[in-house]
């Protein structure tokens, strides 16, 4: 915990009683004296009115010389329907995605407030996990727009955003956001194109189709400049192709089928890419895989880091691009 330099006795009572209740770890009146940057006597006033409250217990402990303080859990816990299994994953999760540092720490004691509400100690969310990235997007500067985006999903409320092409030029449009995941190196964000036509109306399913076949989206945090929240309001479900297919790029289903080698056929079979993905083992140890995947630049990237070790067997139009590609490759080292 950072100190509270200057706080105010309402901001020094509130942080003692958060290290108390929420940590669930014994202090010291050194302890308080040290993060709170007050004196002794204010450390013990500020014990006494939360010894004074209904319902808490604040326990004190004698040992190595001096008292030690902590806070019994409420006797009732709140209802709230979670295991340590599910808080343990949460943290997993939270780990694994790349969120700006100070974002994570919220998040994380978020994690363990809720955690000591449901379960007898901060143990459920401690991790043995230690992730490490060796690829990675500095979304610092997006933290404004991931906060504008996570409101507008809560709120199911219509954004402008607007980034900039390699060219330099402005884009704007209109999005209803629906879900933000992390994948990779990055933090996406998943929802709906929403047309200028549609005006001063609550945006769903039927009003989208009313426009033209409703156009799912998909788009990098860290390339969007703005996120403006507008007073129009949505009711649309998550884009299944985002959720349940190979690529993220927004496009139409197509089946996918490519043949491993038995050198990398173990690391594909380890390996979740699609929910209606079919691995067959053959009998010389190489591996065939079927499934649906929505973007074909995505699956010609994806083939092209197995090298030699994938064998594209559809769809066929993409072998032309996948020979144009290794063609281009050749080109550079044998110019």
Known sequence: METVANSTAVERALSLYDLLLFTAKKYSAADFISMLECSKSTVSRLLQQIDKRQGMILRRDSYDGREWYSLEAPARRPRIICSPEEFQALSACLEKADIPAEEAQKMRNILRRLSLLCCDDGSAITSAINPVSKSCVDLTDSVPILSDLCQAIAEKTVCKVQWQDRQGRTKAWKMA?????????????????????????????????????????????????????????????????????????????????????????????????????????????????????????????????????????????????????LADIYKQYHA
């Open 177 to 325: 956001p629906v879900r933000l995941f992390a994948s990779a190196d990055s933090v996406y964000v998943a929802g709906w194109h929403i047309g200028d036509a549609i005006r001063d109306t609550m945006v769903t399913q039927d009003i989208l189709e009313q426009y033209g076949k409703p156009e799912p989206v998909c788009v990098y945090i860290h390339h969007l400049d703005q996120a403006e929240r507008t007073a129009q309001a949505f009711a649309l479900p998550m884009p299944l192709p985002f959720t349940q297919h190979f690529g993220f790029a927004g496009g139409e289903p197509f089946a996918l089928r490519v043949l491993f080698s038995p050198l990398v056929a173990d690391f594909v079979q380890e390996r979740h890419f699609s929910d209606d993905e079919v691995k067959t083992s053959r009998a010389d140890g190489s591996l065939e895989m079927s499934c649906t995947a929505t973007s074909r630049s995505e699956v010609l990237s994806w083939l092209l880091g197995f090298g030699a070790g994938a064998r594209l067997l559809e769809p066929s139009d993409l072998i032309p691009r996948l020979d144009q590609e």
